[in-house]
């Protein structure tokens, strides 16, 4: 008996202690809001300025560097977007006129005027130039790109990169022949040339004039078949001519040891023997050939993690990667690309889709037309080797199809112990007519919980309905959208 009324005090005792803690914790809730009252109170009293005018003045330049670099070449945006950037505040004005990494970018063009020229030269200070001469189109302007030329030949010790691009290829090779020929350019790193119609290599190119260089890329009406021995390049992109020696390219590019990315555009004729170059650092390796066999067969690159290629006219890959079985075991990413990309260009055969598999069995990201879709995914499926794939990109899907052969694969690969694919479709192939949204819709019900689709600039044709305020029928309106990027990501089933 004695016990039960102990129990009972006891309980008596906690709920009044428990009354006591609730009525001090709405006390302590109370206080709280005031004070938070009281600084919402005084924050709007100080009038602090917004976020964005909170940020360092680095971080700030940083920003507007990312903004005005990011932007594609014809929106000249180290003109333009600069301007209006520096329209929105004083502090973005004050900003953008004294970091000098923002003026690092001079664009010798008819749409830059000396004065803007000569503005970049001075506020960029001693930082590294990176020029581009471009949009060029006829010789009357030689008075005025010579002008603009001379404002900047007198800093050419801070040239770090140099572009001649979209210019007429006349007045693309008196650039290069007149202007910059025999230049010197110590801190020159990278040196892009489109356009300018080349028989000798040009001397500023040399390591005794630009030692520094680690990227060269000669694109157009390129006839130099020889790279002289001594400068660092890392980086080399050419365009061969009908006329140009493979042979003697490839073998003037073996000092170079540090090379690690190597693209080879055109025709180009007499390639070296099988397995005699050898590029043990190269980890790049681009063939846009009219054959790439013979360049392929003759170079030995045991490193190498992307491959991109192009199938010769009329012949299947199996004629390309058929003679060199276990040679690409350390390729992670592989391009084939169809020259032709047209709906009626020859699709690949089963046959050629295996030898590609068994040429690469440790693919894991996989790039192909889309007209060889079958030949890989339906029926025997020789994509079924690549286990370590990660993801899978198509270029030239007809809008409007959709592909069941990579539909039933992918259900079929569904099971747990493989990893969701990421498949991409772009350079959509549009026949007459962009077909409405529902194609995407069709698409996305066939394909949902079997991978993570992303659809890159697809064209669709919007239906709009609206109900105006004075009629009640509704109106339809039809029309054509830009291109829209779409990426589906959901939790996949399996």
Not at 227 to 236: E, I
Not at 461 to 469: D, F, G, I, Q, R
Request: hydrophobic content about 40%; charged content about 20%.
């Amino acid at each position: 008996m004695n016990e039960l009324v102990a129990a009972r005090a006891e309980r008596a005792r906690l709920n009044e202690r428990e009354q006591k803690l609730l009525e001090e914790l709405g006390k302590v809730r109370v206080a709280a809001q005031v004070q938070r009252n009281r600084i919402d109170d005084l924050f709007k009293q100080q009038k602090f300025p917004p976020p964005i005018n909170r940020l360092p003045s680095t971080a700030l330049c940083d920003i507007i560097y990312r903004v005005i670099c990011d932007a594609p070449p014809e929106a000249d945006s180290h003109r333009r977007t600069k301007r209006q950037l520096a329209s929105v505040s004083r502090r973005w004005r004050y900003t953008i006129l004294n970091f000098a990494n923002l003026w690092t970018t001079i664009v010798l063009s008819p749409s830059w005027p000396a004065s803007l020229v000569m503005a970049h030269v001075d506020r960029s200070g001693e930082c590294p130039l990176d020029i581009i001469i471009s949009n060029w189109s006829s010789i009357s302007h030689l008075p005025s790109l010579r002008d603009h030329f001379g404002l900047v030949l007198t800093c050419g010790y801070r040239w770090r990169s140099l572009v001649i691009r979209e210019n007429d290829d006349e007045f693309a090779t008196h650039i290069v022949k007149s202007f910059i020929w025999n230049m010197r350019f110590p801190a020159l790193k990278r040196a892009e040339i489109s356009g300018a119609v080349i028989s000798d290599f040009p001397p500023f190119l040399t390591s005794k004039y630009a030692s520094a260089l680690e990227r060269l890329v000669l694109l157009g009406e390129n006839r130099t078949d020889q790279v002289p021995a001594g400068t660092s390049l890392k980086v080399v992109h050419f365009h061969l001519a009908d006329d140009v020696s493979g042979s003697r390219l490839l073998s003037s590019l073996l000092p170079f040891w540090q090379l690690k990315e190597l693209v080879l555009r055109g025709s180009g004729y007499k390639w070296p023997k099988p397995k005699t170059i050898h590029f043990p650092a190269l980890a790049s390796l681009t063939l846009s050939l009219f054959d790439p066999t013979p360049a392929l067969v003759a170079m030995v690159v045991p490193n190498l993690n992307y491959l991109g290629c192009s199938r010769p006219t009329s012949l299947g890959w199996a004629h390309v990667f058929g003679s060199r079985p276990n040679v690409f075991a350390s390729v992670r990413h592989l391009c084939l690309d169809d020259p032709t990309n047209t709906s009626s260009s020859l699709p690949t055969g089963v046959s050629s889709a295996r030898v590609v598999c068994r040429a690469f069995p440790s693919v894991r990201h996989v790039e192909l037309p889309a007209n060889d879709i079958p030949a890989f995914f339906d029926n025997e499926a020789p994509a079924t080797r690549w286990s370590d794939l990660e993801g899978l990109t198509f270029k030239g899907l007809t809008v409007g199809t959709i592909p069941y052969a990579l539909v039933r694969w992918l259900e079929k690969r569904r099971p747990r112990q493989h990893a969701p694919l990421h498949v991409t479709f772009s350079d959509f192939r549009v026949l007459e007519s962009a077909p409405d949204a529902l194609w995407l819709t069709s698409l996305y019900k066939s394909i949902r919980g079997c991978c993570a689709l992303e659809l890159r600039d697809v064209p669709l044709t919007t239906t709009v309905k609206a109900l105006p305020s004075s009629q009640k029928g509704v109106m339809d309106s039809s029309g054509n959208c830009g291109p829209v990027r779409v990426f589906i990501d959901e939790e996949f089933e399996g």
